[in-house]
């Protein structure tokens, strides 16, 4: 354990030493590092596929299902996508260095705030071995090191990925720790990153709700917390309800499985009989599980009964609950008191309601007339994403490049002293 | 103990009802409400008086000391200034609401960012009881119910000052609950306080090193660390002698009890022989106790001997760390070693190094020639400042209203779905 520490405390350091260099390098060099990078995963397809392979063999040995050995599968289009991915990272634009809201004070101080690195990042995910290839490369372009914790079932991926990613980065004429994977499947490690406090800026943990309540309870570094989505799809009174009709469609049916997705329809009482009949079958014709309340199954009975738990739930999967509320006003406060405060759409022809909904509701992203699907960092113009934040601190919604960056004030003077 | 849980979570009930609301009142409604918290303190300053001579009568008999007692102390000045205050940060602009980097994506939706604030925040500080109306007044400005717990020493003072202020606020038409002072002087409320995860959307601690250390150790709702600042002026190899005198001793002597102090004085091998004789000599006629390196002792004999521990302490005093360096770089390294990230200024003549002092010292403000004492909200001009962060994430530096609200996205659409 004292061994773990000091094994973790030496990443940290040499991430430290890493990202001093990064922060104050140019757009040019951390672009072809990101080139380099690309080309290394091209180059090392089949030392990558081999090492997947260890891990799908030992994977289906433990019994793992399919749809866990699907995300943890490598191929040629998984690695030709990672390595676009990568070319995407260096072509968008570098806000390190970026100044803004300078001003000049009375007494002749020029105070601005420039866009810096946050420094060393820790990334802790879960099974797919292509965040390896995208958390590293979002790092970088933002001038930060990364020290990369995936999965345990996907521990030869990333070590390979990892490895390749980083000697193309040295070869760049960019530290190598700049990416590093930690190299045991030791749990503890995890729980020695998030208590680094000096030597980790910030940990950017990714899964699920009990795994992101023990990194609360654990971590004394600060974290970047990537929730849950229960998201809401609300249609109002005065909704065009085929506009409504298409965009509940495909809030919950386009990929039922991704925190974006809607999981409770809720619908103004006057709309709910010119909905109901062309929406309601057509969710049914996809495969998706009605949960209804009671006018609900009074305007549509093959809907099971939903439970007080159904509204809480963030299914994943092809499940809606659906509402009825008398109103706006209880619309809203549906969602204050159930939702995560992810992505909330209403789907209105109303203007004061539309401002309303966006003004009022607390959520990571508030849509009008737009698929909740819509909640990510691509969809947005951020280019990739490092994830999708649900804390109110630092970054809300999907972070890109610039989320993993911070700020500071310059100050510059002609001698100035205060009195 | 479950009593205590119990009386925490019905406050940051209270004032999840209260944010609400408040996150929805316009500026004009927040404005008039801390006209009349303003108001309030005035009309109420015999309650208050009465409530702080209780609270300094129990100091007095615990045999608190002098430094403490003044900072405990109210009185008709002090209470004019925390009326002054409060009508300061009326006079603020507002920045709930506003929406910026708003773009228009190929499908034609409007994505942009609004300003909102961040919902429910504990404060937690010590002795000085005009915190509690600050802290009032710029967490309401933005939005913010708040929930504030200072120092037992202060227990009837500030539930006075939290009375007066809470009623003024509901006279004003909103939400009484915006502003709440915990009345128990248990500790344990403050670890209640930092566990509420899902009510509290953030905790802001203000204090010396081991409560922070505590507070990041227990706490599991996020916080804002207000940190310690072990700051550093560097003189720079051609520096102007004048210029440099006026800042360090500026930097030193002119409030030495702040965390925006400096504590260490760096200078370039070849300019300590011009510097000294000028600086050193007017440094100890003000009190000043220095504490050299080796090469400092050989040009100026009476400054005591430096210890590896003084490079990395926080006097808050009459003490000054000085050093010899042999360059630049050894300036910068010095500073990435023992800085606290607070405040770091160099005083130079030289454009490149002036650019890359700003670019590469990784601290919530850098400053070129010109005194660290401005690391301030008001010198900065955010006008007030509930403290000075030294994290980086979310706010760094002096943190004024707008580092008190979050930003969500907001999505408008014509009916767009994601194919």
């Not at 430290?16 to 951390?30: F, T």
């Not at 045991?184 to 709700?209: F, H, M, N, Q, S």
């Not at 999967?317 to 659906?322: E, K, S, T």
């Amino acid at each position: 354990m004292a061994n773990l520490r000091e094994q973790m405390t030496d990443l940290a350091r040499k991430a430290q030493r890493a990202a001093r260099v990064l922060g104050a390098a140019g757009s040019d060099r951390k672009n072809r590092a990101l080139q380099a990078m690309a080309d290394a995963v091209t180059g090392g397809q089949s030392r990558i596929l081999a090492a997947n392979g260890r891990d799908l063999e030992a994977a289906r040995a433990a019994g793992l299902s399919g749809a866990l050995l699907d995300r943890l599968t490598l191929n040629d289009r998984r690695l030709r996508d990672m390595a676009a991915g990568l070319l995407e990272i260096a072509a968008l634009p570098d806000p390190v260095g970026e100044v803004d809201q300078e001003i000049t004070r009375p007494n002749g101080l020029r105070v601005g705030r420039m866009r810096v690195p946050l420094g060393v990042i820790g990334m802790v995910y879960e099974a797919r071995p292509n965040v390896t290839a995208d958390a590293a490369g979002l790092c970088l372009k933002a001038g930060n090191a990364v020290i990369l914790r995936g999965g345990s079932e996907a521990l030869h991926s990333n070590q390979a990925i990892g490895g390749l990613v980083s000697e193309a980065v040295r070869e760049a004429g960019l530290p190598a720790e700049a990416v590093q994977v930690v190299a045991t499947p030791d749990r503890k490690a995890v729980e020695e990153l998030l208590t680094l406090e000096g030597w980790i800026d910030c940990v950017i943990p990714r899964g699920g709700r009990d795994f992101l309540r023990w990194v609360a309870e654990t971590a004394t570094v600060p974290v970047i917390r990537h929730g849950e989505g229960n998201c809401h799809v609300y249609v109002d009174q005065t909704a065009d309800p085929k506009m409504a009709e298409e965009i509940v469609f495909n809030a919950k049916v386009q990929r039922p499985g991704v925190c974006n997705a809607a999981e409770t329809l809720l619908v103004h009482a006057s709309e709910a009989p010119g909905l109901f009949p062309a929406l309601l079958p057509r969710l049914v014709s996809a495969g998706v599980e009605l949960r209804g309340c009671e006018r609900t199954r009074a305007l549509f009975p093959e809907a099971k009964a939903a439970t007080e738990a159904d509204w809480a739930t963030e299914f994943l999967d092809l499940i809606l609950a659906v509402k009825v509320v008398e109103d706006f006003d209880a619309a809203l406060n549906h969602i204050a008191r159930y939702g995560t405060g992810h992505s909330e759409a209403i789907v209105t022809s109303d203007y004061f309601r539309a401002e309303r909904f966006l003004r009022e509701v607390d959520a990571a992203a508030v849509l009008v007339n737009a698929s909740t699907r819509f909640t990510d960092g691509g969809q947005f113009g951020l280019g990739a994403e490092i994830g999708i934040s649900t804390q109110k601190l630092h970054a809300r919604g999907p972070m890109g490049v610039r989320e993993l960056t911070t700020t500071k004030f310059v100050v510059r003077g002609q001698g100035q002293i205060r009195s």
